[in-house]
């Protein structure tokens, strides 16, 4: 059964960084694109970020862009993202997920596409910003 399991999030302070790690024990995640969504407290899930699998297109948030890095690396099975001068409104439980239908590509949408379509779900990683 293909699972996804993220790893790496934590308490930090305002400015500092965190790597978040998507895997797939026993499964592979190559032909897959991987998004990263992440949930504040009583707010809805939102797209942060996406990479693509053939020419590893990436996708952002705009509340993101030129703070967090997606990549991943097939040898290591994994997807990161690399969140850098992080802020408060940062603090959420982040997931990564696949869309079995759209395969290796992208949401066109992304990061606009509705959560309830992708089909693949982590059980999300904490990341807390605060001084």
């Known amino acids: 059964q293909f699972q996804l399991v993220e790893s790496g999030g934590g308490l930090v302070q305002p400015g500092g960084s965190l790597r978040l790690s998507c895997e797939a024990p026993?499964?592979?995640?190559?032909?897959?694109?991987i998004s990263w969504f992440r949930q504040a407290p009583g707010k809805e899930r939102e797209g942060v970020s996406c990479?693509?699998?053939?020419?590893?297109?990436?996708y952002y948030a705009d509340s993101v862009k030129g703070r967090f890095t997606i990549s991943r690396d097939s040898a290591k099975n994994t997807v990161y993202l690399q969140m850098n001068s992080l802020k408060p409104e940062d603090t959420a439980v982040y997931y990564c997920?696949?869309?079995?239908?759209?395969?290796?590509?992208?949401?066109?949408?992304?990061?606009?596409?509705?959560?309830?379509?992708?089909?693949?779900w982590g059980q999300g990683a904490r990341v807390a910003v605060s001084t």
């Open positions: 997920a696949a869309d079995s239908r759209r395969g290796s590509h992208c949401s066109a949408s992304f990061p606009f596409t509705p959560w309830v379509e992708y089909d693949y």
């Open positions: 026993g499964s592979t995640l190559d032909y897959f694109a």
């Open positions: 990479i693509s699998y053939y020419d590893g297109s990436t």
